[in-house]
């Protein structure tokens, strides 16, 4: 049975960082293309950051410089690092195993909350 379990959210205060964790079971976390997604209140679920199974990296516009997606091959999760935090980058994240391009994999985590004070 394929799990994906997501931790690390929480309240911060702009400026401030937050390490999200996706733990995978039952699937190779390594093997395959791993996204994160995010959705704010009120609006539509959106890609954050992808990493391949080569370890290729991409980010959506609003996060580059700011957020770090990475594997750990022997724990089997796949981690977002988020730093330089700001209220706008409030909502849930979600971890989704198998996207390609933009459209989401079959498998998701149930989600992680994250606040971000101003």
């Known amino acids: 049975q394929v799990q994906l379990v997501e931790s690390g959210g929480g309240l911060v205060q702009a400026g401030g960082s937050l390490r999200l964790s996706c733990a995978a079971s039952g699937i190779s976390a390594s093997r395959n293309p791993v996204g994160w997604y995010r959705q704010a209140p009120g609006k539509q679920r959106e890609l954050v950051a992808t990493?391949?199974?080569?370890?290729?990296?991409n980010y959506t516009d609003a996060v580059k410089g700011r957020f770090t997606i990475s594997r750990v091959k022997a724990e089997n999760r796949v981690y977002l690092q988020m730093n330089s935090l700001k209220p706008e980058d409030t909502g849930v994240y979600y971890c989704?195993?198998?996207?390609?391009?933009?459209?989401?994999?079959?498998?998701w985590g149930q989600g992680t909350r994250v606040t971000v004070s101003s």
């Open positions: 990493i391949s199974s080569l370890s290729g990296t």
């Open positions: 989704n195993l198998g996207v390609v391009g933009l459209v989401p994999g079959k498998y």
